[in-house]
């Protein structure tokens, strides 16, 4: 699941191989609802739309008709509607005519030739047909064509995610690694949720959100952590300060404060930037951050932090930081 998130982040990242990707997804689906869900229904259509089997059948009822009633006009019009499939029709129903007396065909004929003049002689039967199932066959070829390379492309992607180290799996493994804190041997209560997370330079959309809820399920907020301010140019991004942030249900406001590097908070333009965001903290190791509403409390604790070097200036912006959260009711409550 951590090489399938981190895929689509790249994915997300890299324009050209997004839009490959929905190409292909877009002619999946197409195809899905086009063939599959709502596939095309005619109606009111001519006999030019028909199966040829079933024109062949439309020229023997329209022949036999004008046998009977002798009606000029109807027997052209017939012949009309079968369109450019007409002259291929006549050629296959005179092969093989199927019950149809000749000489009624060859009366039917007379009046249409003196009504539309010659005949243009038809292709040798089933060559039209032929024709049009190969223009089928060739866009049914280039459409497995195109499925089966973005096939393989997304294959060759998950096989290489699955071996690339990327910085949401970097910071995945550092958080499975820390070792939690026992609140209870340092004589507090067990947390209702305790939770470690880790950004790592190069994941641009690091954003982590979690559930508050009780041991019967009960919902009572969500707090989280995502990046709330970069500096400098160019990827990946340099990343200044993050925002924590406490959602209580029986609370009207959330609760926020915002964890800065030590360039970023001595910078005015920065601060004055952040500072409607929440209350504004200088990054240290083992720094606790405490944030409350009206019945939960969260502490937030500086578990490691490194960073980056470079051309930026000197502690601007985070190489990777750890984070605890843990969030109790608050006293009282």
Do not use: C
Request: no cysteine.
């Amino acid at each position: 699941m951590e090489a399938v998130t981190a895929i689509l982040k790249n994915l997300l990242k890299n324009t050209v191989v997004a839009i490959g990707v929905g190409v292909v997804l877009g002619l999946l689906i197409g195809l899905l609802i086009g063939w599959v869900i709502w596939p095309v229904q005619f109606t009111n259509a001519t006999p030019e739309v028909l199966r040829a089997d079933l024109q062949e059948d439309y020229l023997r009822m329209s022949v036999d008709s004008f046998a009977r009633t002798g009606d000029q006009t109807v027997a052209v019009r017939r012949w009309d509607d079968l369109g450019k499939a007409a002259a291929p029709t006549l050629a296959r129903v005179e092969a093989n005519p199927a019950g149809t007396d000749p000489a009624a065909l060859q009366q039917y004929l007379t009046v249409i030739q003196a009504a539309k003049g010659q005949i243009p002689t038809a292709p040798a039967p089933g060559a039209a047909s032929s024709g049009l199932s190969g223009l089928v066959i060739l866009s049914s070829l280039v459409v497995l064509v195109l499925v089966a390379v973005g096939a393989l492309y997304l294959l060759r992607l998950l096989r290489k995610g699955s071996g690339t180290v990327t910085p949401v799996m970097q910071g995945n493994e550092i958080s499975r690694q820390v070792e939690k804190t026992d609140f209870q041997s340092l004589g507090l209560a067990q947390p209702i949720t305790q939770t470690m997370t880790t950004y790592v330079l190069g994941d641009d959309l690091y954003d982590e959100s979690f559930s508050i809820d009780t041991g019967g399920g009960e919902f009572l907020g969500e707090y989280g952590v995502g990046v709330s301010e970069t500096i400098g140019v160019g990827e990946p991004k340099k990343v200044a300060a993050l925002e924590i942030w406490l959602f209580d249900k029986n609370d009207i406001k959330t609760a926020t404060k915002v964890l800065m590097s030590e360039h970023a908070y001595n910078d005015p333009n920065i601060r004055a930037r952040l500072e409607p965001k929440g209350e504004l903290v200088v990054v240290k190791p083992q720094e606790q951050v405490l944030l409350e509403t009206a019945t939960l409390q969260l502490l937030a604790t500086v578990v490691d932090m490194e960073y980056g070097s470079g051309a930026m200036p000197q502690k601007s912006y985070f190489e990777r930081i750890t984070l605890e959260l843990a969030v109790w009711p608050r006293s009282g409550e």
